[in-house]
């Protein structure tokens, strides 16, 4: 069974950074998209980035591209997101997931990590 880890999460005012990290126990074979995930209380959970990680190839989300970019260490099978110039509604649980497809859709995705909680402050 693979498990994901996520770690980076905290408390940061707006303009600031943080760089989550995700952690695969072991390779995830045809799961190979990694998608960062973030939910707001009350509201679905939705995609902000998404890597395939054989390939390199990256997606954003409207909202978060050209502050967050998601990266990869495959000497250590963990994934990276870099959130630069974060602002208060960038407040939410981030999760990351190892899925079959760089889609918006959580059915898509086969793990999931448990979440880290980002909290922007004004």
């Known amino acids: 069974q693979v498990q994901l880890v996520e770690s980076g999460g905290g408390s940061v005012q707006a303009g600031g950074s943080l760089r989550l990290s995700c952690a695969a126990s072991?390779?995830?074979?045809?799961?190979?998209?990694m998608g960062w995930f973030l939910q707001a209380p009350g509201k679905e959970r939705e995609q902000v980035a998404c890597m395939h990680t054989a390939f390199g190839n990256t997606s954003y989300a409207v909202t978060v591209k050209g502050r967050f970019i998601i990266s990869q260490d495959n000497t250590k099978s963990t994934v990276y997101m870099h959130m630069n110039s974060l602002k208060p509604e960038d407040t939410a649980m981030y999760y990351c997931?190892?899925?079959?497809?760089?889609?918006?859709?959580?059915?898509?995705?086969?793990?999931w990590g448990q979440g880290t909680q980002v909290t922007v402050s004004s």
């Open positions: 072991k390779y995830t074979y045809g799961s190979n998209r």
């Open positions: 997931a190892a899925g079959r497809r760089c889609m918006n859709r959580v059915t898509d995705y086969d793990y």
